[in-house]
């Protein structure tokens, strides 16, 4: 079955760090997404990649970066943590024109 | 740029009634049409899409959606719901032949009574 793994299901940090969030994808896709969820907002497209070393903005990239050295991996970064950062995070994988699938999501929180 | 509308944010019910959640897209040319189900604490999970084909898609868990391409609607249903579907439900589309990067509705909360 698929799968998408996120690292952390939860996560505390303080502000001015620099975090690391991790997704890997067991199916072999091309495509990976970062999204952050917030109430009444939905889901807002932060980066997404094609391809190893591809990286393209989203609706709302400000504030993050991204890495993908490997076709499995995809980190996002927070270069120096803010409490608006504070939110919901979602992985997705795709191959082509399928569905995404999703990770199970990591709650972080800047304090 | 496509946009997707879930006209209802949250959507009450009592256990065992049908349920209608609605989704309206814009668009202008042929679109893929999806549904997915977000449970608490968890991520998104497909319920059911539309690729092509019949209008009338079935998904997991009892629900299918109907394709209106002339009211470019594509809503959720289902004829008697549980307590286990409160949930986070949230649309979504894109077209063929496109880049393949969904635009997302902003979800409705399915709260299911007893």
């Known amino acids: 079955d698929v799968k998408v793994t996120q690292s952390s299901r939860y996560l505390v940090k303080r502000t001015g760090e620099k975090v690391f969030l991790e997704c890997v994808q067991d199916m072999d896709h091309e495509n990976m997404f970062w999204y952050r969820q917030d109430p009444g907002l939905g889901l807002r497209l932060i980066y997404f990649?094609?391809?190893?070393?591809?990286?393209e903005k989203g609706d709302i990239p400000e504030g993050y970066s991204v890495s993908r050295e490997k076709k499995e991996r995809f980190s996002l970064i927070l270069e120096s943590a803010s409490t608006n950062q504070t939110s919901m995070y979602l992985c997705?994988?795709?191959?082509?024109?399928?569905?995404?699938?999703f990770g199970d999501g990591t709650r972080l929180s800047i304090l | 740029a496509q946009s997707v509308t879930q006209l209802d944010s949250q959507v009450p019910v009592f256990e065992e009634a049908p349920v209608e959640l609605r989704c309206n897209y814009s668009s202008s040319v042929s679109v893929y049409l999806f549904w997915y189900v977000q449970y608490p604490n968890q991520g998104l999970q497909l319920l059911l899409k539309?690729?092509?084909?019949?209008?009338l898609v079935k998904g997991i868990n009892g629900f299918e959606a109907e394709f209106n391409k002339s009211q470019t609607s594509f809503h959720l249903r289902k004829p008697s719901v549980h307590i286990s579907d409160t949930a986070e439900y949230f649309c979504a589309t894109y077209s063929s032949g496109g880049s393949y990067i969904p635009t997302f509705g902003r979800g409705t909360s399915l709260i299911v009574h007893p």
């Open positions: 990649s094609y391809d190893v070393k591809m990286k």
């Open positions: 539309y690729l092509s084909g019949s209008t």
């Open positions: 997705a994988s795709q191959r082509g024109s399928q569905p995404q699938h």
